[in-house]
């Protein structure tokens, strides 16, 4: 009898996972997807558009031996377990392993694990499946529609623009932060004057004349007010109001990065990697567990078993008026709601008692994790509020304070909420009911233009307009500012001229499929094909019937960017030389290509490796075509001098060519002389 072959996506998860299944299981991993689109077909798509959008597929590049070593495996299992992610991404994955390995219905299963925890590894091979072709016409619906995109607009945006690239969810994120810049250098700022009465322990501000709310508008009308007033103020009503101040939901993967970029200050793309080996598996004293449920999640659901654990835990540790009711999801569940809220595994692993065993931004970000959970199904904190209303010769004065009477969930999650007490003075003992003021004074002020993106307003707006999904933020947020369309500045995007000229040439020809509401509606539109609703290939079909034209059209109307002139002349054929872009960065060519192919080839002081032994050159780090750095003579094509290997500069005492190091052993690039690297 053979082993059960259990499959996942990421090798962290094998070893965990492995002690918790024991001796009759082997678990592999498929590093990720193993299956792409190929750049076959029409405009390199890897896809057959005329045939309902069939994808060709092609195996990753360094994925052969993955596939081989998980073929030879699943020929000699009793059973295949294919156990990748819980969501679109994942099903896919598990889609082309069934496929790739010749699995059979009668001899694999699906199961999913929402946490690397023992109980529910165990418990997930109680409900095993089969793969949901929903999710996986969903997924590969959305990679065609990316793909096609991704390449057809890309090409244009580089013919016509000094941008580089171009995306379904990226031109519209694009496009949320120039309209913001824009919206703020139109911003015309409008004066207006406050007056404040200063007393001892507090201050009220003028709001109302005659109980009507009031504006200021210039300084005359100001220093007119302050002559109508005295020191003296009545204490015309106070009022005092016990309110409740409820904790927020547990963490979705939305939120989760909002507030990581707010409060620890991390990036999107950091959160998720932090959270994903959060996820995975943590070595602790006596296991190897997940710390937090899966990381990709619209749900602020919790299971039950959670709950019943936390609030004995509360119980425990704060007393029992410190439980408080459950979240509920106020907007409609949809496909990845099957999924909990971002949460500890386990309550009972606080955070201190882990924290030996992460790393500073592992420790802070299951921290917020674990107490947010926690916090989420606590009481809400008290707060009595108090307003008093000033009078003075008919103008009113507002002064507001708060304190805190329970802190409720507060008692755990006050680290990331900005609660304090603003304790106002007990104004029934006035007797006179007057109470003068040290100073009142009149204060310019200027109306601010909206505020620029931060990274968690812009994932918030995002999320609250239903374009791109939570678990592609980061992605989407990096690559705006990889293409160079967006700088940070003070924390806050700022686009750049290329953001600019991007995005007015994309609404110049695509206004009506670049924009929110149609990439809203796509983002529906997938749901309902994961759901089962819709035809994948006929969502395709109807978006490209409408793309296609509108890019013909655009490659007409649009003139082409010129090439920047350098002010030198091609050595080979006197035509200026221009900058042109390429796969890796822009380089010095001949304008005058094809038919003169010069190319300049930059000598950068800092990438000399050594003198070339061939000519007076210098053997410089270069990049071949696929993009792998070697190390040739700057005098190419003069010289072709070339080696795969750093050269050291020395040479060998056998045969005299140049030493190289390669393993960390110095090694002849022409005999096999060898010798170890000097310890220093």
Known sequence: MGKNLVIVESP?????????????????????????????????????????????????????????????????????YLATDPDREGEAISWHLYKTLGLDDDHYSRVVFHEVTKNAVLDAFKHEGKIDKNLVNSQEA????????????????????????????????????????????????????????????????????????IEIKTEDEAT????????SFEIENTDKKLKNKQSKPPFTTSTLQQEASTKLRFSSKKTMMVAQKLYEGIDLADETAGLI?????????????????????????YGENYTGPVKKSKKTENVQDAHEAIRPTSINRTPESVKPYLTDDEFKLYRMIYYRALASIMAPAQVEATTVILNNNNYGFKATGQVIVFDGYLKAYSAYEDTKDTILPPFDTYKSNVIVANEVTKDQHFTQPPARYTEAKLIKTMDELGIGRPSTYATIIDNIKARGYVNLVDRKFVPTEIGFEVTDKLQECFNHLINVEYTANMEEDLDKVAEGKEVWYELLEKFYKEFEPALEDAFEKLPKKEAEQTGEDCPQCGHPLVIRKGKYGAFVACSNFPACKYIKQEKKEESI???CPNCDGHIVEKRSK??????????????????WDKPTGEKCPECGNMLTIKNNKIKCSSCDYTKEIPNE
């Open 293 to 317: 449920t899966y990381m990709r999640t619209d749900s602020i659901r919790l299971s039950d078993d959670f709950i019943k654990s936390a609030y004995k835990f509360i119980e425990n540790k």
């Open 224 to 231: 007119n007010i302050l002559n109508k007033l005295s020191n």
């Open 12 to 80: 962290t998860k094998v070893k965990s996972i492995s002690k918790y299944l024991g001796n009759d299981y082997v678990v592999s991993s498929s590093k990720g997807h193993i299956k792409d689109l190929s750049t076959k077909g029409k405009y390199g798509l890897g896809v057959d558009i005329e045939d309902h959008f069939k994808p060709d597929y092609k195996t990753i590049k360094g994925k052969k031996k993955v596939i081989d070593d998980l073929k030879k495996l699943a020929k000699n299992a009793d059973k295949v």
């Open 626 to 643: 696929r993009g792998k750095i070697f190390y040739g003579c700057d005098n190419y094509p003069n010289c072709k001098t070339a080696y």
């Open 142 to 213: 959305r990679r065609i529609l990316d793909r096609i995109i991704g390449f057809r607009l890309s090409k244009l945006i580089q013919s016509k623009t000094d941008g580089s690239s171009a995306g379904r969810v990226q031109s519209v994120a694009l496009k949320l932060v120039v309209d913001k810049e824009r919206e703020i250098n139109a911003f015309n700022p409008e004066e207006y004057w406050t007056i404040t009465a200063n007393f001892k322990d507090f201050s009220a501000d003028l709001f109302e004349y005659n109980h009507k709310k």
């Open 609 to 611: 490796i050594t003198d």
